[in-house]
Every structure is written in structure tokens, then in C-alpha cells.
């Protein structure tokens, strides 16, 4: 009996001190340094095993929500920067900080106030420097000034063959009643002599779900792809590649009672400025778009719709065009977005093999923890995105749900 009530006391001392190392951070503190300003947004600690990336570029993977790295969030309102505890009314895939594994973590502070663009490292953004922090050994309390601030935007370099734009939308700027910008990056034909008469079509390359302008970089330091564009016997060709990027996530470059009037923006003040500085053969004939997965859709969609504008399409692994299969979900039959009528949850993703990688609850979830007032539809994710291109206002201009979280 003797061993027994040993054994029993150890395994009672092991329970509780497990239990006190999954909560062993006991306050969250943040400020800003002093100034005049007052900030309004969301704030977020987002955590991360991964030593090579700064926590604050982890939150919201889309590709893997379920083994994302962990954030939790709350909105402020009119901060002006003095120390307050962060106090979280959402976070995923954690619901709680004390939920974290033991461990050495990575943990650092954002505050997002760019209302302009959607993504987390966007100008004006403020951040702290990330701190490493023992999960499991002794209670602490996490104190973080955010010191640091997304630099504004500038352009990157031009080159000889490669150009970026930005200009002002009237048209966007008078919906959103503040500065809304456009922004291209445009690849010329190897054999363009600057000053020439020489006209050439053009191919509007749009991205992948909230893609940048930027991409065409990838494609200058790509040697297989430059050795074939530099070719003699390569057609010329401009390519104009559009930026996805919005204040409710990729714009799928549509007119949209909640997102604006991105395609009229597109056709009457972006193209038209493009074929003006540009040699560009500003006619029909010569006009034409592509795009993979949300460029897809996007690319099939302005042929679609403005079939007298381009002459062509080249679509590849487009989202649906159609709402009775928006992925797995038929919106005007199922009762239930997130599991079929056999009570099998729906997939969003699988692996090769068949196997769900992560759900569509799971991706919902996400990204209500990272939208303003833990709602989905304002995240400028996936989810987001489709609510706001094809949703109507509700009477804050934000998308009106298309289903409850």
C-alpha cells in the first residue's frame, strides 16, 4: 500500500504541474511607442515552431488552415498606443493560448490598420520585433511594443524589358470615398526598341487567389524562362499582369456592389493608360487573358462578359462557375455548407491519394479569427473574397453573409 499511495501522490504531483505548463503565460501586454496617432484595426500575437519565419507571415495559410501556425486576434478601436492587455476573442487553430504545446515558440505582435489592401504585410501596418518564448517551464507574462512599421509602398526597379505602374482609380476612389490604387507590372517583347512604331497584342495575366503585380519577377529570374522569351523566334507580345489584391481580398477584378467597380476601372482607366505608354495594339483582335485558379475564373469571365473586348481566353483550373457546385456546396439545395446530408463533413482540399487535407469549416473558421469582428466575409481571404465579389452591402458596406459561421 505503501508503493501504491507513492505512485498515486507522484502521478497527482505530474497531473498538476502539466496542467499549470499549459498555462504558463499569464498576461499578454502591448503598446505603441508615443505619438499623435490613434489606431483602429485588428490585433494579433501569432505563434510559430518555424525559426525561419517571422510569426506575423504565418497567419492565415490557406493552403494547410488545419496545421496552421497559431493566432489569436481582438479589434481596437481609436488606440492610442498606451499598454493594454491583449485579450483575444478569437483564434485558430487554438480557441485559447493555454491550449499551446509545450515547446520553444516564436511569438510576435501585428496590428493591422492598411484599409486599402487586405494583406497583413501591407504599408502602415505595425508590428513588434518577434520573441522567442519557452512554452512549459515557468509562468510569464509577454510584453510587446510595436515598433516596427510596414515601410509605404514603392515600386520595384524597373528593368529593360520589365515595367510597374500604379495609378490612382477615380472611378474606385469615388466608391470607397478614399485613395484606391492600381497597379500592373508589364513584361515587354525582347525585340522592343523604345521610340519604335512597332505595335504588338497583348495577353492580361491574372493570378492565383490575392496574387501581387509583383509575380512577374519570378518569371525575369527564371533562366528557362527568359532563354525562351529572349528567343528571335518567340512571337512579341506584352504582357500585362493585374494585381489581385483589394480592401476585401483578391477583387476577381469584377464590378461588385460590395468590392467596387474593378472591371470598369480596369476598362476605363487602367487598359486605356497601359496602351497609351505602352506598344500596345489597342484593338480587339489583339486582346487577350489567362489566368490559373482564381485567374481562371477571372480570365473565363471577362471573355464571358465582355466578349467583344478580348479575343481569347486560355483558362486553367478555374473556380466554379457555377453556385451548385461552389466547391462541394450546392447554395440552393444543401442545407448545410459545412456537411453533407449523409453528415460527412465536406472537404475544401484532398491529398493525391483522396484523403481531405483540410475542410471547409476549418478554412471559414481561420479566417473568422482573422476578420474585423470575427466575421469571415471582411478576412480578405478565400471565403471573403467570393462574399464580397458576389454578395450585396449590408449597411456597414460589408458583404452580407452567404451562410452563418
Known amino acids: 500500500m505503501h508503493f501504491f499511495a507513492k505512485a498515486i501522490a507522484l502521478y497527482c504531483a505530474c497531473n498538476l504541474f502539466f496542467q499549470a505548463a499549459n498555462a504558463d503565460i499569464t498576461g499578454i501586454h502591448i503598446s505603441l511607442p508615443k505619438d499623435e496617432t490613434s489606431y ?11 525559426t525561419d519565419s517571422e510569426p506575423r507571415l504565418t497567419i492565415g495559410d490557406e493552403a494547410a488552415p488545419r496545421n496552421a501556425s497559431p493566432f489569436f486576434a481582438v479589434d481596437v478601436a ?54 522567442k518564448v519557452m512554452i512549459g517551464s515557468s509562468p510569464s507574462v509577454l510584453r510587446f511594443e510595436l515598433t516596427e512599421k510596414v515601410e509605404e509602398e514603392s515600386l520595384p526597379d524597373d528593368t529593360e524589358l520589365l515595367k510597374f505602374i500604379r495609378i490612382r482609380s ?3 476612389s469615388q466608391f470607397y470615398e478614399r485613395d484606391i490604387f492600381l497597379r500592373a507590372s508589364v513584361l515587354l517583347p525582347s525585340d522592343y526598341v523604345e521610340g519604335s512604331n512597332t505595335r504588338y497584342p497583348v495577353l492580361y495575366h491574372v493570378a492565383g487567389l490575392n496574387g501581387r503585380f509583383t509575380r512577374s519577377q519570378n518569371l525575369i529570374d527564371d533562366e528557362e524562362f527568359m532563354q525562351y522569351w529572349l528567343d528571335e523566334s518567340t ?8 494585381d489581385g489584391e483589394s480592401p476585401y481580398g483578391d477583387s476577381y477584378q469584377m464590378n461588385s456592389a460590395v468590392s467596387g467597380p474593378y472591371a470598369d476601372a480596369n476598362f476605363n482607366e487602367l487598359f486605356p493608360y497601359l496602351a497609351e505608354i505602352f506598344p500596345i495594339n489597342d484593338i480587339p483582335s489583339n486582346r487577350f487573358v489567362t489566368g490559373c485558379s482564381t ?7 471577362l471573355q464571358i462578359l465582355y466578349p467583344s473586348y478580348f479575343n481569347g481566353a486560355y483558362s486553367f483550373s478555374p473556380d466554379s462557375p457555377s453556385f451548385r457546385a461552389y466547391q462541394l456546396v450546392n447554395i440552393y439545395e444543401d442545407e448545410n455548407a459545412y456537411y453533407s446530408a449523409r453528415g460527412m463533413i465536406r472537404p475544401s482540399a484532398r491529398e493525391t491519394n483522396g484523403d481531405p487535407r483540410f475542410s471547409i469549416a476549418d478554412e471559414i473558421r481561420m479566417e473568422a479569427a482573422m476578420g474585423s469582428g470575427g466575421s469571415y466575409v471582411v478576412s480578405g481571404q478565400q471565403w471573403g473574397a467570393w462574399n464580397a465579389v458576389y454578395g450585396q452591402p449590408d449597411d456597414r458596406g460589408n458583404p452580407i453573409p452567404i451562410w452563418n459561421q
Not at 483602429?40 to 505563434?47: M, P
Not at 511569438?107 to 487586405?118: F, G, R, T
Not at 512571337?235 to 493585374?242: A, D, Q, Y
Not at 485567374?295 to 469571365?301: H, R, T
Request: no cysteine.
Open 40 to 50: 483602429s484595426g485588428r490585433l494579433f500575437v501569432a505563434f510559430t515552431l518555424d
Open 295 to 301: 485567374g481562371g475564373w477571372v480570365s473565363m469571365a
Open 170 to 172: 477615380e472611378l474606385l
Open 235 to 242: 512571337p512579341g507580345v506584352v504582357i500585362v499582369f493585374l
Open 78 to 131: 481609436n488606440w492610442d498606443g498606451t499598454l493594454i492587455e491583449f485579450q483575444p476573442t478569437a483564434g485558430f487553430p487554438l480557441d485559447s493560448i493555454n491550449q499551446l504545446e509545450e515547446g520553444s515558440w516564436q511569438v510576435q505582435a501585428l496590428l493591422d490598420v492598411n484599409v486599402e489592401l487586405s494583406d497583413l504585410d501591407s504599408p502602415g501596418n505595425r508590428f513588434s520585433l518577434p520573441q
